[in-house]
């Protein structure tokens, strides 16, 4: 197993659309191998493929406290949504730092194949309703931030952009010289 590299907002690759897995074979089981580890390293609750610049609709999740209760998911789709909404605060690997309230619908129906390549119906509410719904707009090249307004949105992404000019001044600074 080997942790991946997370894009990072506004990366234009966040926003491809994955395509549908053929086949659940020995790749993409290691895929999901290498992005648990990935998700649990960066002390994350859900991650999409797309996030790890892999374009294939693939989302592995795990909501337990004690994180030893993964959960992947292959090709899944919303099947069915309740009409009643919840609001609350999200965040995302590839936005780290930044949580912004988003409208969900409150209870979802998800069909997915698992790791082992059997068909699975997921009835979920709550956090894993939201998760679910998060990492699947994630396969469709939609960030949470897209639901926010472009106000919002603009100030997110220059917050984002100087962290980054930030970390990469500092590692210049503690470079050793030569």
């Known amino acids: 197993m080997s942790a991946l590299t997370i894009l990072r907002y506004p990366a234009a690759r966040l926003r491809r659309v ?3 897995v053929e086949a659940v074979d020995a790749r993409i089981r290691t895929l ?14 859900g991650l999409a493929a797309t996030q790890v610049d892999v374009h294939e609709r693939v989302v592995v999740l795990d909501i337990s406290e004690t994180h030893d209760q993964p959960l992947a998911l292959v090709n899944p789709e919303i099947v069915w949504e309740s009409s009643e909404h919840v609001r609350g605060d999200e965040g995302c690997l590839s936005l780290p730092g930044i949580q ?13 194949l698992g790791a082992d390549g059997q068909l699975r ?24 931030v897209d639901a926010l ?14 962290q980054e ?5 500092d590692a210049r600074q503690s470079a050793p010289a030569l």
Do not use: N, P
């Open 32 to 45: 999901i191998e290498d992005m648990l580890e990935t998700m649990y390293a960066a002390s994350g609750i």
């Open 18 to 20: 994955a395509r549908t």
């Open 121 to 144: 119906r997921i009835e979920a509410d709550g956090l894993l309703a939201v998760c679910l719904q998060h990492e699947l707009d994630h396969l469709q090249g939609k960030v949470f």
């Open 149 to 162: 307004s472009s106000l919002k949105r603009t100030r997110i992404k220059t917050r984002l952009q100087k």
């Open 165 to 169: 000019r930030e970390a990469a001044r």
């Open 100 to 112: 912004e309230s988003v409208e969900r619908a409150a209870r979802v129906t998800v069909a997915a």
